[in-house]
């Protein structure tokens, strides 16, 4: 689910409450189910005023499933009302990575995105664009605020935020990113999400 330039990754006991207008997208990779519904702004008693990922395991995923089926205006009412009381937000980690800006720096990001675990160095890319390391060390600090070591580990682990909610072994994902082992690759999922991937995909209600 993307807004602005935020996206989220939603696993099956997660849903993300989109205030009324709010642009968004909605993006479906391989195998993937989603329930979308709509409440009227004027009955909406919620005062969430940003996107804000909610727990959808339990009740409220099966009064949603509920919801989803189609009922009559009356049952629909009372039905969205225990929707109202069920929301529950789920503390999430946020995963900062901007796009550089210089030309140099964003064809290396496009090539990073395309292949996340591309291992090329900062001075094997300078000798690409034409630049040395020094200089695009120093341009992408100012353009993202990160070294480039730093920003390519977040790139890689928001990289594989959709193989691992799409059901891939932490191993495989870990591999497709760039890491040799799954204890390299949960390092820095750790550092950069504050939990292990695990963790992070795991049920609330467990």
Do not use: K
């Not at 989220?8 to 642009?23: F, K, Q």
């Not at 870990?174 to 049920?203: I, K, L, M």
Request: aromatic residues 6%.
């Amino acid at each position: 689910m993307g807004v602005d330039d935020r996206t989220w990754v939603l696993p099956r006991a997660r849903g993300l409450w989109i205030p009324a207008g709010t642009p968004h997208d909605v993006l479906a990779d391989g195998d993937t189910t989603m329930v979308g519904l709509y409440f009227a702004p004027t009955d909406c008693p919620v005062a969430f005023s940003a996107p804000t990922v909610i727990d959808t395991s339990g009740l409220l995923g099966h009064l949603l499933d509920h919801l989803a089926g189609g009922l009559d205006p009356q049952a629909r009412s009372r039905a969205e009302a225990v929707v109202f009381d069920l929301l529950v937000p789920v503390p999430t980690a946020t995963i900062e990575l901007g796009m550089p800006t210089d030309l140099r720096l964003r064809h290396i990001a496009e090539a990073l995105h395309a292949d996340p675990a591309d291992p090329r160095t900062l001075a094997q890319w300078g000798r690409l664009v034409g630049a040395s390391s020094r200089t695009l060390a120093r341009v992408i600090q100012g353009d993202t605020g990160m070294t480039f070591a730093t920003w390519r580990t977040r790139l890689r682990i928001a990289a594989a935020l959709p193989r691992l909610a799409a059901g891939g072994p932490v191993n495989r994902v870990a591999h497709d990113v760039g890491y040799a082992t799954p204890s390299a690759f949960v390092a820095p999922f750790r550092r950069t999400t504050g939990t292990t991937p695990g963790r992070y995909f795991a049920d609330p209600s467990d």
